[in-house]
């Protein structure tokens, strides 16, 4: 085998907490994790020499050592003593720095491919375990689907699917810087935190209503006083029906999620936005 083509999906949050500093220096968090269709599309070729290289068709991605897709591939290199370059072509559809980990998924889907076209028969528990070095929701985007995150977000335990729905993203105009948005956030002036074993309740039930009223992360505070129209293209997705809406992660992408393709295709169509990337995706 000299190629593989894989496949790297974003993710949303369905809630995310902040529960206090780590004397480490890291933030504890527990939060919902949701593997939505929206994807990067990756094709790994084996290379004569040792060069790893990135061919992309984003100008927003670094090209080189600094692309966790090329820190993935560095570390099955070293780990493993691959006597092998690799070029990795990254089509990139996911928003960069949106709060959706597309470098993540980017990394993950690296490794699962390095593990394929070496035939280096490592488990989805080996591939996540390698994926920890790489960044806290490396794990979960090798894992997919649903799932509750705790430590630095790479505690993971799995969670039911939740019920097919559609989701309208809004990736609006500008990027967050996730690090900054830790920084800013002041722990105990935290007003609303999300009730995230009722959340899990209402996945456990199937109940899409449930899990959209449940939605809540408390990094909206910091990052929606920074960009003060965020919680406007809130309520225009509510206004159009959304069962409920949310920032994914730091943002400042938001989503809204609706019962059927019908009725988010509907509600996108009316959404009036300036310089805002519109997306169709569906979780479940
Ligand atoms: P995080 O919460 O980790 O910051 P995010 O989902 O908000 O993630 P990403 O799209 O992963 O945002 O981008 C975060 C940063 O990572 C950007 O500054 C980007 O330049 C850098 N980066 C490195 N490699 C990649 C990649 N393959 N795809 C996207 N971004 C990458």
């Known amino acids: 085998m000299h190629k593989v083509e894989l496949e790297a999906k974003a993710k949303v949050n369905l809630t995310l907490d902040v529960l206090y500093k780590r004397p480490d220096g890291y933030h504890q968090v527990e939060m919902i994790m949701q593997a939505i269709s929206l994807k990067d599309h990756l094709v790994i070729s084996l290379l004569p020499g040792r060069e790893i290289k990135i061919v992309s068709n984003s100008p927003a991605i670094p090209g080189g050592e600094e692309n966790l897709a090329f820190k993935a591939a560095k570390l099955m290199v070293d780990e493993f003593d691959l006597d092998a370059g690799v070029e ?5 559809e996911i928003p960069v720095a949106a709060g959706l980990a597309g470098g993540s998924a980017d990394a993950a889907a690296v490794l699962k491919g390095l593990n394929e076209l070496f035939g280096l028969g490592l488990t989805t528990k080996d591939l996540m375990r390698f994926g920890e070095k790489l960044g806290a929701d490396v794990p979960f985007c090798v894992m997919g689907g649903t799932a509750l995150a705790r430590g630095k977000g790479e505690e ?8 097919p729905a559609s989701l309208v ?14 920084n800013r956030l002041n722990i105990n002036s ?6 995230t074993r009722a959340v899990i309740e209402s996945i456990e039930k199937g109940d899409l209503e449930g899990i959209s009223r449940g939605l809540c992360n408390v990094l909206e ?3 929606f006083a920074k960009h003060p129209e965020l919680p406007g293209i809130k309520e225009m997705l509510k206004a159009r029906g959304a069962l409920g809406s949310l920032m994914s992660g730091s943002g400042p992408a938001v989503y809204g ?3 059927t393709r019908h009725d988010a295709e509907k509600a996108a169509a009316s959404l009036s936005l300036p310089g805002c990337e519109i997306f ?5």
């Not at 993203?169 to 830790?182: A, D, G, Q, T």
């Not at 169709?280 to 479940?284: D, H, L, N, P, T």
Request: net charge positive.
């Open 156 to 163: 993971l335990t799995p969670l039911p699917a939740v019920p």
């Open 190 to 195: 935290i007003r609303k935190r999300p009730v």
């Open 221 to 223: 505070e910091v990052t």
């Open 88 to 92: 990795i072509k990254i089509f990139k």
């Open 280 to 284: 169709i995706s569906c979780m479940g």
């Open 169 to 182: 993203l809004i990736k609006p105009p500008f990027s967050v810087s996730s690090r900054e948005v830790y």
């Open 257 to 259: 999620i609706f019962e």
